[in-house]
Nanobody, 124 residues
Framework: QVQLVESGGGLVQAGDSLTLSCAAS????????MGWFRQAPGKEREFVAT???????NYADSVKGRFTISRDNAKNEVYLQMNSLKPEDTAVYYC??????????????????WGQGTQVTVSS
């Protein structure tokens, strides 16, 4: 069983930066593929970014160049650095873990464990 706890959300203005953190339980965190997803009101949960156990990263086109995902295996944490935030980035952000290593990194079904989410609100 893996538990994920997100933190770092809040209310910011357009153009500001924010860093989200996700703390994971488990002794083999370095072997997890980790992802960030978000869900805006009335919309489907969508892929934001992923970092594999290898360190390879992928991003949604909507955040590429503005967001950076990283991980600290010694701390069992994954981060999402968000720069140049826009009102359309407003959503609940979720951390997710895949222990198996499925290949479709942008699919919700890849990830078997999810955090409770943290709200990010970007005002214009």
């Amino acid at each position: 069983q893996v538990q994920l706890v997100e933190s770092g959300g809040g209310l910011v203005q357009a153009g500001d930066s924010l860093t989200l953190s996700c703390a994971a339980s488990g002794r083999t965190f370095s072997s997890y593929d980790m992802g960030w997803f978000r869900q805006a009101p009335g919309k489907e949960r969508e892929f934001v970014a992923t970092i594999r156990r290898s360190g390879r990263t992928n991003y949604a086109d909507s955040v590429k160049g503005r967001f950076t995902i990283s991980r600290d295996n010694a701390k069992n944490e994954v981060y999402l650095q968000m720069n140049s935030l826009k009102p359309e980035d407003t959503a609940v952000y979720y951390c997710a873990a895949d222990l198996v290593g499925y290949s479709d990194y942008s699919s919700r079904t890849k990830y078997g464990y999810w955090g409770q989410g943290t709200q990010v609100t970007v005002s214009s």
